[in-house]
């Protein structure tokens, strides 16, 4: 989860919340646990020449902050 990335405490939070909360459970599994973006960050890759990536990456979360809101006005 997060690529691994969380302090085990809260992971286990996290993991926690997921069981008992079935819209956060499953907008986080839409998420790829690793993409394009993820491999550019992780290598700390300077985005030159690749805007057109960036762009969709930003679309692609503002639709998940989308998907978020809307599951928490429901």
Not at 3 to 21: D, I, N, R, T, Y
């Amino acid at each position: 989860m997060l690529l691994g990335k969380l302090p085990p405490a809260e992971l286990e939070s996290v993991g926690e919340h997921f069981l008992h909360c079935t819209v956060c459970a499953n907008v986080a599994e839409t998420i790829p646990a690793s993409d394009g973006l993820t491999a550019a960050i992780q290598a700390r890759k300077i985005f030159s020449g690749d805007e057109e990536l960036l762009a969709q990456a930003i679309e692609r979360a503002k639709g998940l902050r989308s998907q978020l809101q809307t599951a928490d006005g429901q």
